[in-house]
Nanobody, 114 residues
Framework: QLQLVESGGGSVQAGGSLTLVCKASDNLYTINGWEWYRKPPGKQREMVATISKKGDRSYADSVKGRFTNIAISRNTVHLNMNSLKPVDTAVYYC?????????WGQGTQVSVSS
């Protein structure tokens, strides 16, 4: 089974930056796209950024202009998060869409203080 591990989360002050990283266990699967989701405390999970296998990128309106440079390097995807706000506090999840199904990481905590 394909396994995903997220890293790069942590605690920062408002205005700070973090880079999220999601690494797949191998690159033998046919991956059609990578997606980042987040779940704030007490709120519904939402998609924040995506990148297709062709390199097409998209960002949620709530993070557009602040979350940038989603990119793929072999079996790893990165996401730069800048100008972080307290409302960005959430558990962030990586998801891949492949020919064998969808796979989720375990999540990484991001906490932003005012």
């Amino acid at each position: 089974q394909l396994q995903l591990v997220e890293s790069g989360g942590g605690s920062v002050q408002a205005g700070g930056s973090l880079t999220l990283v999601c690494k797949a266990s191998d690159n033998l699967y046919t991956i059609n796209g990578w997606e980042w989701y987040r779940k704030p405390p007490g709120k519904q999970r939402e998609m924040v950024a995506t990148i297709s296998k062709k390199g097409d990128r998209s960002y949620a309106d709530s993070v557009k202009g602040r979350f940038t440079n989603i990119a793929i390097s072999r079996n790893t995807v990165h996401l730069n998060m800048n100008s972080l706000k307290p409302v960005d506090t959430a558990v962030y999840y990586c998801k891949v869409v492949s020919r064998t199904g969808d796979y989720w990481g375990q999540g990484t905590q991001v906490s932003v203080s005012s």
